[in-house]
């Protein structure tokens, strides 16, 4: 099962991501965690490991990863084989975090180097090729917006997280994201983030209450963790009844 993290700029997918990573690796699911935002840089660290080598460098950059997604040999793509396993990815570009595998896609590493289109790209064909075993979860931490949904990189997904934060632009946003979701065929569900009593009426508001999986409490020790660049190891309840929506929808 491939699960996409979406959302406006720090709402919180990043955290999300990671915290859902470390739970479902607790229930006993073997977690490809996969770093598809190609500015920030900061997920290695809330799972307390190095950067792997980053999978569009490892190819020889942009412009190395055009010309072998065009080579074709008699077999297809050169690139990366239809069908292809979570154990087929280079080990090089695998940080590993007990069960976990994080898989960095690609970052914008200089000035006036072009768009990151070809990094979309890169994550829409590792997704559509990757073939998920009975027992293993790939999510997706992606870049703030919507751009990689219009890119189409949720294609080869099977669900989507919004992720939402106390503001009016969140809520605007998440909506976007159910239009574009509905058409796309792909299940959608929202996650209220950064929530207390003064915010969560106004929140609420805003969505239908079936499609909102869980509330995650403002916290503390959340954001002074990131503040200090430290590993999150916080275990919050409130994440299981996103693993259950998981498990669920991999029954179905
Ligand atoms: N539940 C929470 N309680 C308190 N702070 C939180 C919570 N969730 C996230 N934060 C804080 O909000 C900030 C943004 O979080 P995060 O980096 O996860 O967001 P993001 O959506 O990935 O951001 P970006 O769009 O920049 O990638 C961080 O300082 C983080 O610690
Ligand atoms: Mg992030």
New binding site residues.
């Given amino acids: 099962m491939k699960v996409i993290i979406c ?11 990671a915290l859902i990573a470390k739970a479902l690796d607790t229930h006993g699911f073997n977690v490809l965690l996969i770093d598809a ?1 190609e ?2 840089t ?1 997920l290695h660290r ?1 799972m307390g490991v190095s950067q792997p080598v980053i999978l569009m460098d490892s190819l020889g950059g942009k412009k190395g990863f055009k010309q072998k997604l065009n080579r074709v040999s008699p077999f297809g793509s050169e690139l990366f084989k239809q069908g292809m396993k979570i154990d087929d990815i280079s080990e090089e570009c695998i940080s590993r975090s007990n069960g976990i595998r994080l898989l960095v896609i690609g970052k914008i590493h200089t000035s006036g180097e072009g768009c990151a289109c070809p990094m979309g790209l890169l994550s829409k064909t590792v997704l559509s090729k990757l073939d998920i075993g009975d027992n293993e979860v790939v999510i997706i ?1 992606t ?2 917006g919507i751009e990689h949904l219009g890119r189409g990189v949720d294609a080869g997904c099977d669900l989507i997280i919004g ?1 939402v ?1 106390p503001s009016f632009e969140s809520f605007m946003l998440a909506k976007k994201m159910q239009e574009m979701a509905g058409k796309a065929e792909i299940e959608i569900v929202f996650v209220l ?3 207390d009593d003064t915010v969560e009426a106004a929140m609420t508001k805003h969505f239908d209450p079936e499609k909102v999986i869980t509330r ?5 020790t ?2 002074m ?3 200090e660049g430290k590993e999150l190891k916080t275990d919050l309840p409130e994440i299981n009844p996103i693993c259950e929506q998981i498990e669920k929808f991999k029954k179905i």
Wanted: net charge negative.
């Fill in positions: 959302g406006k700029g720090g709402s919180g997918k990043s955290t999300i991501s935002d500015s920030n900061g809330l931490d870049e703030a992720v934060d983030n950064k929530v995650i409490p403002n916290s503390n959340i954001f963790n990131s503040l």
